[in-house]
């Protein structure tokens, strides 16, 4: 089976930069994914690694190492709407391509 | 572009009472997948599909069952549905290859009394 883990909630000031861990066990990997969703709404893509590094879209970064079944997410340049749950997801290399998801961090933006 | 269209966004059961969840995409998707997410909880896999009339179980199935008789559709059935059921629940589809974006429907809120 698969399992992430992901801490339960983070607090950040506006402007800073913050990282949010994400560790998984699974039995066949294909890549990593992490999501954005707003209280109320459907989850967002934000980032993919399917390959050890780093990945950059903007303010958001993501970072993959395969060999320790690990990954982050780095915000950078806060802002009071990143405000969010924020949730990984690892998809599997099977041929039903199965997507599971961490429980979530909740991101919380301080003035 | 409609990307992922569920219907319905709301909906009230009876305990007992059955219903089908829609969910449509027009991107051409193969794998396509259905998640419950409760207060404060991640999103959590009921059944997914990776192609016409190919369905495989996920976290939680049981009480569920789907169909997928069109590769653009993935229904969702409650057949006897109970309290424990009340959740937004979410469809999602990706393209093959190497693409790790899933495309999200904006959610069915369904009330079981």
């Known amino acids: 089976g698969q399992s992430l883990e992901q801490p339960s909630e983070v607090t950040a000031v506006e402007g800073a930069i913050v990282q949010i861990n994400c560790t998984y066990q699974?039995?066949?990997?294909?890549?990593l994914s992490w999501y954005q969703q707003h209280d109320g709404g459907a989850p967002t893509f934000l980032s993919y690694?399917?390959?050890?590094g780093l990945e950059e879209t903007g303010r958001f970064s993501s970072f993959l190492s395969r060999s320790d079944s690990y990954g982050y997410l780095l915000l950078q340049e806060l802002q009071m709407k990143d405000s969010a749950s924020y949730f990984c997801?690892?998809?599997?290399?099977?041929?039903?391509?199965?997507?599971?998801f961490g429980t979530g961090t909740k991101l919380q933006v301080i003035p | 572009n409609a990307g992922v269209t569920q219907t319905p966004k709301f909906r009230v059961l009876k305990t007992g009472q059955s219903m089908t969840l829609l969910c449509a995409q027009d991107?051409?998707?193969?794998?396509m997948y259905w998640y419950r997410q409760d207060p404060g909880m991640g999103l959590r896999l009921i059944h997914y599909?990776?192609?016409?009339?190919?369905?495989a179980k996920g976290e939680v199935p049981d009480g569920y069952n789907v169909s997928r008789l069109k590769k653009q559709n993935f229904l969702l059935g409650l057949e006897s549905a109970a309290p424990s059921q009340t959740s937004v629940y979410f469809c999602?589809?990706?393209?093959?290859?190497?693409?790790?974006?899933?495309?999200f429907g904006e959610g069915s809120r369904l009330t079981v009394l």
């Open positions: 997801a690892v998809r599997d290399s099977g041929g039903y391509q199965k997507v599971t």
């Open positions: 699974t039995s066949g990997f294909y890549g």
């Open positions: 690694n399917a390959l050890d």
């Open positions: 599909s990776v192609g016409e009339g190919t369905t």
């Open positions: 999602a589809s990706i393209a093959g290859g190497d693409t790790g974006e899933l495309f």
């Open positions: 991107m051409n998707h193969e794998y």
